[in-house]
T-cell receptor
Framework: SAVISQKPSRDICQRGTSLTIQCQVD?????MFWYRQQPGQSLTLIAT?????????ESGFVIDKFPISRPNLTFSTLTVSNMSPEDSSIYLC????????????FGPGTRLTVL | SQQGEEDPQALSIQEGENATMNCSYK?????LQWYRQNSGRGLVHLIL?????REKHSGRLRVTLDTSKKSSSLLITASRAADTASYFC????????????FGGGTRVLVKP
């Protein structure tokens, strides 16, 4: 399985600011994803991070609010823009290590609190 | 709405007892995966079962899949206090590539 790290592990931010979360994998992976987990809830997919092209967003998520970069096969960033308290969540990246529908492995998550 | 729904939402058992939780889904799937999450941390991958498999074991874990009923179960045998966590099922559907859709999760409390 891949070893995935995320930075920061947690942050407390002010309303109206932006935070960029980094996801680093120890090996090249084909697929990278970003999920949001609101307090007490399950995970919801935000977008698929595509290497060298624009991310593919799920319904209800837009690029202006959650810009994503993926410059190579081991790294991706998610920015939460113009934050409000409703953005307080755990944000997790995940990777699939093959082109087929195999296991997805998750990073440790970034716990974001917006005041 | 979410693809997977889990039952029960919460489960409290004594150490040494077995814990069983169920997951139902709505559409045809490629695979179903079970994850554990401790106290709002990252997800730990437990087991993947493919749509053509009916049962899979990993240590104290046993997963079954019934595609005719669109349901799966996760059994944890001889539970330990360290098994206290939330457990999620996640499916990837034939039409959706690798994208996972998560169930609501089961919160398991194992009392020493």
């Amino acid at each position: 399985s891949a070893v995935i790290s995320q930075k920061p592990s947690r942050d407390i931010c002010q309303r109206g600011t932006s935070l960029t979360i980094q996801c680093q994998v120890d090996s090249q992976v084909t697929m990278m994803f970003w999920y949001r987990q609101q307090p007490g809830q399950s995970l919801t997919l935000i977008a698929t991070a595509n290497q060298g092209s624009e991310a593919t967003y799920e319904s209800g998520f837009v690029i202006d609010k959650f810009p994503i970069s993926r410059p190579n096969l081991t790294f991706s960033t998610l920015t939460v823009s113009n934050m409000s308290p409703e953005d307080s969540s755990i944000y997790l990246c995940s990777v699939a290590t093959s082109g087929g529908p195999d296991e997805q492995f998750f990073g440790p998550g970034t716990r974001l609190t917006v005041l | 709405s979410q693809q997977g729904e889990e039952d029960p939402q919460a489960l409290s058992i004594q150490e040494g007892e077995n814990a069983t939780m169920n997951c139902s889904y709505k559409t045809s799937i490629n695979n179903l995966q079970w994850y554990r999450q401790n106290s709002g941390r990252g997800l730990v991958h437990l087991i993947l079962i493919r749509s053509n498999e009916r049962e899979k074991h990993s240590g104290r874990l046993r997963v079954t899949l019934d595609t005719s009923k669109k349901s799966s179960s996760l059994l944890i045998t001889a539970s330990r206090a360290a098994d206290t966590a939330s457990y999620f099922c996640a499916t990837d559907a034939k039409a959706a590539g690798n994208k996972l859709t998560f169930g609501g999760g089961t919160r398991v409390l194992v009392k020493p």
